[in-house]
C-alpha cells in the first residue's frame, strides 16, 4: 500500500482558510438577515407606525387626514380603511348629535323664557303678577351708586267689583279686570313704569322720576277712561285710588311703599270710593 505524505502545514493552511471562509459567510447572512428584516420593518412598521400615531392623538380629523392606500401590504391597507370608515361614521354622528344638542338647548331655552315670562305675569290680564311687580321694582329703584330719583306707588281697587261679579257672573267680571288692564296700561311709560295685578281686583301702579302732580294726572285720566266704558248690562265701573310717594329711591322697600298706599287706599274706600288720596 502506498501513502501520500501531506505536510502538516498544508493541512493547517486548508483548515485556517476554511474557518475564514465560515466566518466570512456567517457574518455575510448576519447582515444580510439584518438589512432584510430591517427593510422588512420599515416596510410593515412605518404604515403601522402612522395608524399608530394617529389613533393615540384621539382626533378623528388624525384618522381622515390618512392617505387612502398606506401600504402595500393588504392586510394593514385594508385596516386603514376601515379606521377612515369608521372615523367618517362617528364624524357624522357626532355632527348629528351637535345638531341635536343646539336644537335641544334652542328649545330649552325658549321653554325655558316662556316658564319665566308665565311665573312673573297673571294669566288672565297678561299684566304683571305679584312676582313679577316685585322683580321689575328693583329696576325701577335702580342699583346702589345709580343716580337717585323718585318713585311712586299707586295701590287702585276697582269699586264694588265683588257686587257687579256677583250680578252678571264671573265671566262678565273677567272682562272687567282684562278691561281695567288694558286702561292702566295706557297710561304709564312702557319699559319705564310698572303695572301689575296684586290680587283680586287691586292693581298696582309704579311710576319711575315723575312728579306727584303728572302722577295724579294720569290717575284721573284712568278715572275718566273707565267712566266712559259701558260693561255688561251699560253698567260702569270706579276705581279707587292710594299713591304713595317717595322723594328718593335710596333704601327704599316696596313693602313699606305699598304698606303707605294701602293706608291711603283705605281712606279712599272709606270716604265714598272713587277718589285718589295721595
Given at each position: 500500500?502506498?501513502?501520500?505524505?501531506?505536510?502538516?502545514?498544508?493541512?493547517?493552511?486548508?483548515?485556517?482558510?476554511?474557518?475564514?471562509?465560515?466566518i466570512l459567510i456567517t457574518l455575510g447572512l448576519f447582515i444580510f438577515i439584518s438589512l432584510f428584516g430591517a427593510l422588512i420593518a420599515w416596510y410593515i412598521g412605518k404604515p403601522i407606525q402612522l395608524l399608530s400615531a394617529a389613533t393615540i392623538n384621539k382626533r378623528l380629523e388624525n384618522i381622515q387626514a390618512l392617505p387612502e392606500s398606506i401600504s402595500k401590504v393588504k392586510e394593514i391597507n385594508a385596516l386603514n380603511q376601515g379606521l377612515?370608515?369608521?372615523?367618517?361614521?362617528?364624524?357624522?354622528?357626532?355632527?348629528?348629535?351637535?345638531?341635536?344638542?343646539?336644537?335641544?338647548?334652542?328649545?330649552?331655552?325658549?321653554?325655558?323664557?316662556?316658564?319665566?315670562?308665565?311665573?312673573?305675569?297673571?294669566?288672565?290680564?297678561?299684566?304683571?303678577?305679584?312676582?313679577?311687580?316685585?322683580?321689575?321694582?328693583?329696576?325701577?329703584?335702580?342699583?346702589?351708586?345709580?343716580?337717585?330719583?323718585?318713585?311712586?306707588?299707586?295701590?287702585?281697587?276697582?269699586?264694588?267689583?265683588?257686587?257687579?261679579?256677583?250680578?252678571?257672573?264671573?265671566?262678565?267680571?273677567?272682562?272687567?279686570?282684562?278691561?281695567?288692564?288694558?286702561?292702566?296700561?295706557?297710561?304709564?311709560?312702557?319699559?319705564?313704569?310698572?303695572?301689575?295685578?296684586?290680587?283680586?281686583?287691586?292693581?298696582?301702579?309704579?311710576?319711575?322720576?315723575?312728579?306727584?302732580?303728572?302722577?295724579?294726572?294720569?290717575?284721573?285720566?284712568?278715572?275718566?277712561?273707565?267712566?266712559?266704558?259701558?260693561?255688561?248690562?251699560?253698567?260702569?265701573?270706579?276705581?279707587?285710588?292710594?299713591?304713595?310717594?317717595?322723594?328718593?329711591?335710596?333704601?327704599?322697600?316696596?313693602?313699606?311703599?305699598?304698606?303707605?298706599?294701602?293706608?291711603?287706599?283705605?281712606?279712599?274706600?272709606?270716604?265714598?270710593?272713587?277718589?285718589?288720596?295721595?
Amino acid at each position: 500500500m502506498l501513502g501520500v505524505l501531506i505536510p502538516s502545514a498544508y493541512h493547517e493552511n486548508l483548515l485556517s482558510d476554511y474557518n475564514r471562509s465560515s466566518i466570512l459567510i456567517t457574518l455575510g447572512l448576519f447582515i444580510f438577515i439584518s438589512l432584510f428584516g430591517a427593510l422588512i420593518a420599515w416596510y410593515i412598521g412605518k404604515p403601522i407606525q402612522l395608524l399608530s400615531a394617529a389613533t393615540i392623538n384621539k382626533r378623528l380629523e388624525n384618522i381622515q387626514a390618512l392617505p387612502e392606500s398606506i401600504s402595500k401590504v393588504k392586510e394593514i391597507n385594508a385596516l386603514n380603511q376601515g379606521l377612515k370608515e369608521m372615523a367618517d361614521d362617528l364624524s357624522d354622528v357626532m355632527h348629528n348629535l351637535e345638531a341635536k344638542v343646539a336644537e335641544r338647548t334652542l328649545l330649552l331655552q325658549g321653554e325655558n323664557e316662556n316658564l319665566l315670562e308665565t311665573s312673573v305675569k297673571d294669566e288672565l290680564t297678561n299684566i304683571y303678577n305679584r312676582r313679577g311687580l316685585k322683580q321689575d321694582f328693583i329696576r325701577v329703584v335702580g342699583v346702589e351708586g345709580e343716580q337717585k330719583h323718585n318713585v311712586t306707588l299707586v295701590l287702585c281697587d276697582i269699586d264694588h267689583f265683588k257686587v257687579f261679579n256677583d250680578k252678571y257672573g264671573h265671566g262678565e267680571g273677567d272682562k272687567v279686570l282684562i278691561k281695567v288692564a288694558e286702561s292702566l296700561n295706557l297710561y304709564i311709560r312702557t319699559g319705564v313704569d310698572i303695572v301689575a295685578r296684586y290680587g283680586g281686583e287691586e292693581f298696582v301702579l309704579v311710576f319711575s322720576n315723575m312728579s306727584l302732580d303728572h302722577v295724579l294726572e294720569r290717575l284721573n285720566g284712568i278715572r275718566q277712561e273707565l267712566k266712559n266704558t259701558e260693561l255688561a248690562g251699560k253698567e260702569r265701573i270706579t276705581m279707587s285710588f292710594g299713591v304713595a310717594h317717595h322723594e328718593s329711591s335710596d333704601s327704599i322697600q316696596i313693602e313699606d311703599l305699598i304698606n303707605k298706599a294701602d293706608e291711603k287706599l283705605y281712606q279712599a274706600k272709606n270716604s265714598g270710593r272713587n277718589k285718589i288720596v295721595s
